[in-house]
Nanobody, 124 residues
């Protein structure tokens, strides 16, 4: 079974940056569309960004456009989320997820493998 492990979370001041990583063991991420979701305190889990298996096309939620960038390095078997200009409302547990679909989707039900999450806290 594909296992995903996130890292890179932490405490950062508003306006700061963090880069999250999601590494896979024993399976090639080449075969999956990948995404980041997040769940803030008292909130539902929400889509952040996704990247396709084929072509590498990516898209993100309007709330993070221009600030967050999703990317993948298949050689390193790793998914990334570069987060800039962070805001307090970005505070959440961030999860990476993998889907058998070839193209990225924002629907959480399409993702069959999930990491354990990494906490991101934006506060002064």
């Amino acid at each position: 079974q594909l296992q995903l492990v996130e890292s890179g979370g932490g405490l950062v001041q508003p306006g700061g940056s963090l880069k999250l990583s999601c590494a896979a063991s024993e399976f090639d991420l080449d075969y999956y569309a990948l995404a980041w979701f997040r769940q803030g305190p008292g909130k539902e889990r929400e889509f952040v960004a996704a990247i396709s298996r084929i072509g590498g096309s990516a898209y993100s939620h309007d709330s993070v456009k221009g600030r967050f960038t999703i990317s993948r390095d298949n050689a390193k078997n790793t998914l990334y989320l570069q987060m800039n200009s962070l805001k307090p409302e970005d505070t959440a547990v961030y999860y990476c997820a993998a889907s058998y679909r070839p193209f990225a989707t924002m629907t959480s039900g399409e993702y069959v493998y999930w990491g354990q999450g990494t906490q991101v806290t934006v506060s002064s």
